[in-house]
């Protein structure tokens, strides 16, 4: 069963990059044909995808969000990442990591989230 665990600071400054890592466990995520993304929501709204990287190192992004965002793997830790930059108190919102095993299917195993704050 994959397990996955996000994990970074939950207060970050107006300006500054946001930085998220997940863990993944009881599986690899160099594994032909998995996709494994990044999606938020904000308080009150719904989930947003804001990019996904394959088992290949190729990345997507949603359009909206590509100009500030990077997202990473350490193969070595078994680990990808996010990065956010210029950050508003717009990006307020719970990040949850996620993995699918084709580009078109749904995400099947999340993270429990984890709330990222944007504040002075």
């Known amino acids: 069963q994959v397990q996955l665990q996000e994990s970074g600071p939950g207060l970050v400054r107006p300006s500054e990059t946001l930085s998220l890592t997940c863990t993944v466990l009881?599986?690899?995520?160099?594994?032909?044909?998995?996709?494994w993304g990044w999606i938020r929501q904000p308080p009150g709204k719904g989930l947003e995808w804001m990019g996904a990287?394959?088992?290949?190192?190729?990345?997507y992004y949603n359009p909206s969000l590509k100009s500030r965002t990077s997202i990473s793997r350490d193969t070595s830790k078994n680990q990808f990442a996010l990065q956010l930059s210029s950050v508003t108190p717009d990006d307020t919102a719970v990040y949850y990591c996620?993995?699918?095993?084709?580009?078109?299917?749904?995400?099947?195993?999340w993270g429990q989230g984890t709330q990222v704050t944007v504040s002075s």
């Open positions: 996620a993995s699918r095993s084709g580009y078109s299917d749904p995400y099947v195993h």
């Open positions: 009881g599986g690899s995520i160099t594994t032909s044909y998995y996709y």
């Open positions: 990287i394959a088992w290949s190192g190729s990345t």
